[in-house]
């Protein structure tokens, strides 16, 4: 990664540290994959995935301008994938009684009460919606970086997430 | 972060998927690997899709030619049927040539201008023995 760093260092990326880079994305790009799929070791994969990616992107020279942005667009597209695989897998896993392994530790702490509630009702929002707001608020992402991630307006992202967090909070207030 | 900010809402999303700080610390160190891994397998990849495109054509063309339907060339269109010099005679207008196959085969008819009535020399058979 250190002859990374400095290949990064002499092009037109603003990734000077990317071991630091990777060690301040991971937990959010986790946590975002965490809230996308509800499945800790797909989560993982993901998150996992879109790092390589980055460290791919660096090693090759091609450097991104807003690594965040571009880990997130990552993350955001693998973790569509996994669902749709998941989908498609989920019968055939039933039959053969491949999800019935214990649940992990992370899955224990991530279903508890108020993360299922959570879900259930970002699941109530629509996806463009919901997308922008996990990018933001589990991605910790700027909206500058959502937009990019997004590919889409600063002004739309900020519009879909001001309208997403109203109808969570009102989703929220009428189930409790 | 935000300019709208709702931090009740953005701190429960962000609590209620905290992640393990093991599984981050996976992430993060696994990343470089998988790259590698990555870097690896996409290698493979390459030089599998390099391989597909030499043999696809081929197979492509052998596949074809097996589809090929039959060509039957129509009756009267065939080769050129082979010329055999036999020896044979005219007696009396009538040419008579024996064949291979022991049989002896006979035409003519009329007298032609130029035609001897009598005499033998080497005649030109073409077309089917019957």
Known sequence: MRECDRMSAR????????????????????????????DPALAEDVAQESLAALVRACRNGGAPESAEAFVFAIARRRAGRAAWRRRLWAPLELAFGASSEAPSPEAQTIAIEEAARLRAALGRLSSRDREALLLVAAGGLSMADAAAALGLKVSAVKMRVSRARARLAAELEVRS | MTDDPRPDIDRRIRDAFACDPAAVRRVAVGADARSRRNANGRRMAVAARVAALCVAPGAVLAIIMLLRPVQIPPPGTGPEPARVALPGTVTEGLLVVP???GSVA?????????????????VIVEGELR
Do not use: F
């Open chain 2, 106 to 122: 006979i035409s003519g008819g009329e007298a032609r201008p130029g035609r001897p009535d009598d005499g033998y020399g080497i």
């Open chain 2, 99 to 101: 064949l291979p196959d």
């Open chain 1, 11 to 38: 092009g037109s990326s603003v990734i000077v540290d990317l071991e630091g880079t990777i060690a301040e994305l991971a937990p959010r790009v986790l946590r975002y994959a965490n809230a996308r799929l509800a």
